[in-house]
């Protein structure tokens, strides 16, 4: 079996290459219509040419999993400003397809924390299926709208949880089939834990992205390990490995923060539980060092016997 890591956003190895360069709506605001313009279309093309970057980077290192950035277009879906991020760029957008394709590399994206389907309230629903059409718009600009994920969290609860995942399926469902089929659903450290969350996934028949560090922080009754199998079958319908994301706490006191690195100790039992079950798997690490995390827990592992490194980002177990 193979487990192939990959990390988040920016390659802190790199000089200068963050592909998260933003533009808030007040300083957007000040600005003449022309300038307003010239902002956008330097930040984003700085945003874009930066993911560019990181994906040869990543191409170099042998790292064949990696997360776009989600502010690759500042205000893009800000209401006031609505602008046209794909024409101008589509240029950029193909070429990091094209290399994504080329090298067979594994790419989402993860909307923040207020792109959910279980608020009472029908803006943010409407801002959810906003937010979510700008990150599959882009996958179509990339060609990659057939392949790649875009991962969020259930949400909330608001007092009920068996009224709010009702809710979850009559909101959901207002999302574009296309988009639903590329959607994945993650266990959150507070609220849903990895038996609600993967039940949620059987139903919408929709992949399940099961995060160790989340579920230590918030375990619901049992272990992980029975559920392995159930989280497998939820991917077999995409062709793919499945996707776990793996951090480990930043201290005794912020156990739900990240730390820079991850702990292997605190990775072991959750690399043997793959290795029991015997079937590969690529695992995003959460880490705060990013590319130097996910190459660090990489040697680390392959120190273990029965290990064995086989590029910068993989393992043969």
């Known amino acids: 079996m193979i487990l192939r890591f990959g990390y988040v956003s920016t390659a802190l190895s790199l000089y200068e290459v963050s592909p998260s360069r933003t533009l808030t709506f007040a300083s957007w605001k000040k600005l003449d219509k022309q300038s307003r313009m010239e902002k956008l279309f330097e930040k984003t093309e700085q945003n874009l040419k930066s993911t560019i970057r990181i994906l040869h980077y990543n191409i170099d290192q042998g790292i064949d999993m990696y997360r776009m950035s989600s502010s690759l ?4 879906t800000h209401p006031e ?38 608020s009472p309230q029908d803006h943010v629903t409407s801002n959810a299926i906003i937010d979510m ?80 560090h989340h579920h230590w922080a918030n375990p619901g009754e049992g272990s992980y390990e029975h559920l392995i199998p159930r989280i497998y079958s939820t991917w077999e319908s995409t062709g793919k490995p499945p996707k776990f994301h793996l951090s480990s706490p930043k201290s005794d006191k912020l156990i739900r923060a990240h730390a820079d690195y991850v702990d292997v100790d605190f990775a072991i039992p959750f690399i043997k539980a793959l290795k029991d079950y015997g079937k590969s798997a690529d695992i995003m690490i959460e880490a705060k060092a990013k590319d130097k995390a996910a190459l660090k827990i990489v040697e680390e592992l392959s120190k273990i016997r029965g290990f064995r490194r086989i590029n910068g980002g993989a393992i043969e177990v």
Request: proline share 3%; glycine share 4%; aromatic share 14%.
């Open 73 to 76: 277009v500042p205000l893009a």
């Open 133 to 212: 059409t700008y990150h599959y718009e882009m996958l179509e600009a990339m060609g990659l709208h057939k392949d790649a994920n875009i991962n969020i969290h259930v949400g909330g609860a608001y007092g009920n949880k068996i009224e709010t995942l009702t809710r979850f399926h009559l909101n959901f469902a207002k999302l574009a089939k296309d988009i639903r089929m590329q959607t994945t659903l993650e266990n959150d450290d507070k609220t849903y834990t990895a038996e609600e969350t993967l039940q949620v996934c059987e139903k919408q028949a929709i992949p399940f992205v099961f995060d160790y």
């Open 81 to 118: 400003v609505k602008w046209d991020y794909l024409t101008p760029f589509a240029n950029l957008f193909e070429e990091i397809g094209a290399l994504v394709q080329q090298y067979n590399l594994r790419v989402s994206f993860h909307p923040n924390q207020f792109t959910l389907f279980t």
